[in-house]
Nanobody, 120 residues
Framework: QVQLVESGGGLVQAGGSLRLSCAAS????????MGWFRQDPGKERDLVAA??????TTDYADSVRGRFNISRDKNTVYLQMNSLKPEDTAVYYC???????????????WGKGTLVTVSS
């Protein structure tokens, strides 16, 4: 049974930074693409950033490109978030998929989410 556990969320002022981590356990996910989605209440879960199994191919939502950076190390994936804005406030979910790009309907494993709140 694979478990994805996120950490690093919290409250930060606009312009600040946070680093999210997602640790996978239960099996190695080195052959999986991994990424981060975020969701506001009542809205769809949207892709924020994704990274392929090779650790080099990445993809970002237009709204975060240039501010966020995704990386991975063995069974952990990170999301460095800089220049945070109030509109980045959401629950952030770690995800793993056997395919790439990371599509919502093909996600095989989800974390439980971590809340990021950016105050103005």
């Amino acid at each position: 049974q694979v478990q994805l556990v996120e950490s690093g969320g919290g409250l930060v002022q606009a312009g600040g930074s946070l680093r999210l981590s997602c640790a996978a356990s239960g099996r190695t996910l080195s052959a999986y693409a991994m990424g981060w989605f975020r969701q506001d209440p009542g809205k769809e879960r949207d892709l924020v950033a994704a990274i392929k199994w090779n650790g080099y191919t990445t993809d970002y939502a237009d709204s975060v490109r240039g501010r966020f950076n995704i990386s991975r190390d063995k069974n952990t994936v990170y999301l460095q978030m800089n220049s945070l804005k109030p509109e980045d406030t959401a629950v952030y979910y770690c995800a793993a998929s056997g395919g790439y790009p990371l599509l919502l309907r093909y996600i095989e494993y989800w974390g439980k989410g971590t809340l990021v709140t950016v105050s103005s």
